[in-house]
Nanobody
Framework: QVQLVESGGGLVQAGGSLRLSCAAS????????MGWFRQGPGKEREFVAA????????VYADSVQGRFTISRDNAKITVYLQMTSLKPEDTAIYYC?????????????????WGQGTQVTVSS
């Protein structure tokens, strides 16, 4: 099975930036679509961004479009979420997920493996 470990969360001021990392295991990482989801206080988990197994294919939630960038480094078997212009509403636990498919999807239930999450807190 694939193991995912998120890191890079923390406390930042509004307008600041953070880069989240998700280290993955498995030789087949390059064949998996990867996604980021988040769950804020009292809210359901929601889609943030995803990338296909092919470099350059990405999709974003409307709420983060233009501010967040998802990328992957297959050599390091790591996926990243570069977050800029952070807002207090971005405060959430961020989870990375892997799907046994090369194609991106926004649907949480389409993903097969999940990390434990990393906390992002954005202060006003």
């Amino acid at each position: 099975q694939v193991q995912l470990v998120e890191s890079g969360g923390g406390l930042v001021q509004a307008g600041g930036s953070l880069r989240l990392s998700c280290a993955a295991s498995g030789r087949t990482f390059s064949s998996y679509a990867m996604g980021w989801f988040r769950q804020g206080p009292g809210k359901e988990r929601e889609f943030v961004a995803a990338t296909s197994a092919a470099i350059g294919s990405t999709v974003y939630a409307d709420s983060v479009q233009g501010r967040f960038t998802i990328s992957r480094d297959n050599a390091k078997i790591t996926v990243y979420l570069q977050m800029t212009s952070l807002k207090p509403e971005d405060t959430a636990i961020y989870y990375c997920a892997a799907r046994r498919s090369r194609l991106v999807t926004r649907t949480m239930h389409d993903y097969d493996y999940w990390g434990q999450g990393t906390q992002v807190t954005v202060s006003s």
